[in-house]
Nanobody
């Protein structure tokens, strides 16, 4: 059974940083590209960043380029999202899933909430 457990979200002031983690299980993690998505209230879910199974060629949404960094540890079946210089418009629920630029399957975890506010 495929499972994603996202963590690391919270309330942070503008300009602050957070590091999200996603622990995956139920599939051979090292063979899949992984990605982070986010969904703000009243908006569609959008791609934030993706990374190949080898850890190469990270891909970012224009809105987060230069501020967010995606990485992975295949030994721990975990993908990370380092978020710096956070802005109020980054406020959303963040999810991870398999895939690089599009979700491979309609499998999602519970997400982790990121709120950027004073």
């Amino acid at each position: 059974q495929v499972q994603y457990v996202e963590s690391g979200g919270g309330l942070v002031q503008p300009g602050g940083s957070l590091r999200l983690s996603c622990a995956a299980s139920g599939f051979t993690f090292k063979t899949y590209a992984m990605s982070w998505y986010r969904q703000a209230p009243g908006k569609e879910r959008e791609l934030v960043a993706g990374i190949f199974n080898t850890g190469n060629s990270p891909n970012y949404a224009d809105s987060v380029k230069g501020r967010f960094t995606i990485s992975r540890d295949n030994a721990k079946n975990t993908v990370y999202l380092q978020m710096n210089s956070l802005k109020p418009e980054d406020t959303a629920m963040y999810y991870c899933t398999r895939g690089y630029k599009t979700p491979l399957y309609n499998n999602w975890g519970q997400g982790t909430q990121v709120t950027v506010s004073t």
